[in-house]
């Protein structure tokens, strides 16, 4: 990887909550190069914010370094936060300005003449298709339409990363759709990286180019997708017998041949993980026709996120946590849905 735009080593943070240390990220180490899309994948409380914010300056560390578009997270957050884009959890509603005068001001905080910063939202108001609802007040707009202004209030100083915080949760599926069109629009005209968490494995699966997955404050997997799902967990193999008696004398060959442990699903279906499930699949059909057990049903589902992350931890990220509406965040954290880098409000933090 060439100097990679996004670095960390060692980064911690531990929070004191009613005089009790709560480890909310260890040891964070992070290489992401320059144009990158990754996605943060993990539980509710997994320390996937708390691990942006402190790349974004918005929180300083407990220990640990980090670096962003060449500057120090600490030391120079000034720096980081020109280089930077942030779109937090929160969304723009509390504000009663038009959509582009709004992007106007977003300019002006950053230091941007008023033709610049105008010309840059006519281009985000067109790339984001805000354009029907430029002259409108924020208040009014849709769940969806404030994420789409939120991006582009994130990205009116051309900055070199954009850090997103769930961008898309508690939108309808068709707004999550529209929204990563825009997304994945943007990126591929600017080739800004792109460091996004989120709740949803489908998003991680089909959009990123790397997850990391994170839990209790640790990332445990780190890789492409595809990847992941092929090594850290296989295909799933469901089995039917049509009878109990059937299902007995078939169970411990499906075992042998796939080498798994066997699960009961009721009396006459088991269930089994096996990597390359498709490849097995014809054997499998032979061996249980040759020991007199032959299966009346065989479906083979591949792998998700999910089973990844089962296999690694024991639970299932949708056991976890809701990943369908949004966490509440706790008041600690109530911030600005978009960084501008006059607010250093969690400076002292
Ligand atoms: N400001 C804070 N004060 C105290 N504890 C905090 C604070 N922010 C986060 N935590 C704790 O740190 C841990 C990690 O939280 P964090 O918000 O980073 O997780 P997350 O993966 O982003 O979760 P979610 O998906 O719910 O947003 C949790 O145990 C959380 O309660």
């Not at 004191?16 to 990220?25: E, G, K, N």
């Not at 005068?101 to 805000?130: N, P, V």
């Not at 997103?164 to 529209?178: I, V, Y």
Request: aromatic letters at 4%.
């Amino acid at each position: 990887m060439d100097t990679p735009i996004i670095t960390a080593r060692g980064l911690s943070k531990t929070f004191t909550v009613a005089r009790r240390p709560v480890a909310a990220v260890t040891d964070l180490d992070l290489d992401v190069a320059e144009g990158e899309l990754v996605a943060f994948l993990g539980p509710n409380g997994a320390g996937k914010s708390t691990s942006i914010r402190m790349l974004t300056t918005l929180l300083p560390a407990t220990s640990g370094t980090a670096r962003v578009a060449g500057y120090d997270v600490a030391s120079e957050r000034s720096r980081v936060r020109h280089a930077i884009g942030y779109v937090g959890q929160g969304n723009s509603a509390g504000h009663n300005q038009r959509v582009r005068d709004e992007l106007l001001s977003q300019g002006a905080f950053y230091g941007m003449t008023r033709r610049d910063a105008a010309r840059r939202a006519d281009e985000l108001i067109d790339s984001l298709d805000l354009g029907a609802l430029a002259g409108r007040g924020v208040m009014g707009l849709s769940g969806g339409q404030k994420r789409r202004l939120d991006i582009a209030l994130g990205l009116i100083h051309t900055p070199r990363v954009l850090f997103l915080d769930e961008p898309s949760t508690g939108l309808d599926p068709q707004s999550r759709a529209n929204l990563w069109e825009h997304i994945l629009e943007l990126r591929r005209k600017s080739g800004t990286t792109v460091f996004l968490t989120t709740h949803y494995l489908e998003e991680a699966d089909q959009f990123a180019e790397r997850v990391l997955i994170m839990d209790q404050g640790r990332v445990i997997a780190d890789d492409v997708a595809s990847r992941l799902k092929s090594e850290l967990a296989g295909d799933v193999i469901t089995v039917g017998f049509g009878d109990p008696a059937r299902a007995e004398t078939g169970t411990p060959v499906v075992a042998r041949l796939t080498g798994g442990d066997t699960e009961q699903v009721d009396s006459a279906t088991i269930r089994v993980t096996a990597k390359a499930g498709d490849v097995l699949l014809p054997a499998l059909v032979r061996a249980l026709d040759e020991a007199g057990a032959p299966a009346a049903r065989i479906a083979l589902r591949e792998p998700t996120l999910d089973d990844v992350f089962l296999s690694l931890t024991g639970r299932s990220l949708r056991d976890t946590g809701d990943t369908s509406s949004p966490p509440s965040p706790s008041p600690e954290s109530a911030e600005p849905a978009v960084l501008v880098p006059a607010h250093d409000r969690s400076e002292s933090r």
